[in-house]
């Protein structure tokens, strides 16, 4: 069932399935690189991983002229592990993305499972863009980078000015309000400068709710960009948390070197936070194809089990109060 409908997609791309108004591109990213990670339960282990500095994915979208300015689109994008050929986000057939929608003067309307507006907002301000073993998404809470049965609205964007909301109705037997997620995001982009404040509030339990808000700024002076968040998150049984991102994008011959510190403050005594400090460097060979290496380590607080590893998969957790480190060379190839 799922390859006969991953054959008919690609089949209806390849025959020109659309009219001239309309169309259907097949596109996708292929990681894979080797990582050694130390620090977890189970020692040192030396792996070959998928996805470390961009998640592999295979993805249709396409998009049906209306006219007036109306447009009628469709993404469906799956994610695998380039190791094994299985499909990621617990097999999901397209585990990333799946939603159609509709764009107007007015905005754009999408329905389906989509990423979360915080997760966006945070992917644009860490200079490793949430991937790599130096994943701002180590130590920083993102709820979760994709919700399913959401509805979201974005505007169009007006002097640099843009909003996203986002609803994901949590359709759990029982109690409908369980998995439901509320989100936002207010962002600026215009020359140099790029600024997001994003909100996320997700329905964990029927007596816990994680809350989180996310301030967060890149601006490129030239020689180098500058990227800074801030971060707060917090629940109904006693987590508060406060995160700090500090980082640096600067090119570097045919490539660009990448450094960030991220720490997160327990501010409820439990002593769960922790620190990062991750280097890397991207090296074009062209337009669609780079190679990587990155490195990261995380020192832990007494109760804390954070763990660095490719961005993909991760690393196994270290025992409570240990560090977690990780090392990471491959090559990305875009199509």
């Not at 990333?96 to 754009?108: D, E, F, Q």
């Not at 399913?148 to 002097?159: C, D, E, F, H, R």
Request: glycine share 14%.
């Amino acid at each position: 069932m799922k390859a006969s409908l991953v054959a008919g997609l690609l089949l209806a791309s390849a025959t020109g399935a659309a009219s001239a108004q309309s169309g259907i591109t097949v596109y996708g990213i292929l990681d894979a690189g080797i990582a050694r990670e130390t620090g977890g339960a189970d020692g040192a282990v030396t792996k070959l991983a998928s996805g470390v500095q961009s998640g592999s994915r295979l993805g249709f979208k396409g998009q049906e002229d209306l006219g007036n300015g109306m447009n009628a689109h469709f993404v469906l994008e799956n994610g695998l592990d380039l190791d094994t050929g299985k499909a990621r986000q617990n097999g999901a057939l397209f585990g990333r993305h799946a939603y159609v929608g509709l764009t107007t003067s007015a905005g754009t309307v999408n329905l389906g499972r989509q990423c979360n507006p915080i997760f966006i907002a945070l992917d644009g301000i860490d200079p490793f863009e949430t991937g790599f073993t130096g994943a701002a998404t180590n130590l920083m809470s993102i709820g979760t980078a994709r919700t399913n049965n959401t509805i979201s609205y974005a505007s169009p964007k007006l002097n640099g000015l843009s909003a996203t909301v986002m609803y994901g109705l949590g359709e759990q037997a029982g109690d409908s309000s369980l998995g439901r997620t509320v989100a936002f995001s207010i962002d600026y982009a215009a020359g140099p400068l790029v600024g997001t404040l994003a909100y996320d509030s997700l329905k964990v339990t029927s007596f816990n709710t994680l809350k989180e808000v996310l301030l967060g700024a890149s601006y490129n002076f030239g020689p180098a960009t500058v990227h800074a968040a801030y971060e707060t998150e917090k629940n109904d049984v006693g987590g508060d948390f406060r995160d700090f991102l500090l980082g640096a994008s600067v090119p570097l011959g045919q490539g660009k070197l990448l450094a960030s510190y991220v720490k997160k403050q327990d501010r409820s005594a439990t002593q769960r936070g922790g620190r990062q400090l991750a280097v890397g460097y991207t090296y074009a060979l062209s337009k669609r194809t780079n190679l990587y290496s990155s490195f990261g380590t995380i020192r832990n607080e007494l109760a804390a089990t954070n763990v660095v590893g490719d961005a993909s998969s991760g690393g196994s957790a270290p025992a409570a109060g240990d560090g977690s480190r990780a090392l990471a060379v491959g090559i990305r190839h875009k199509f």
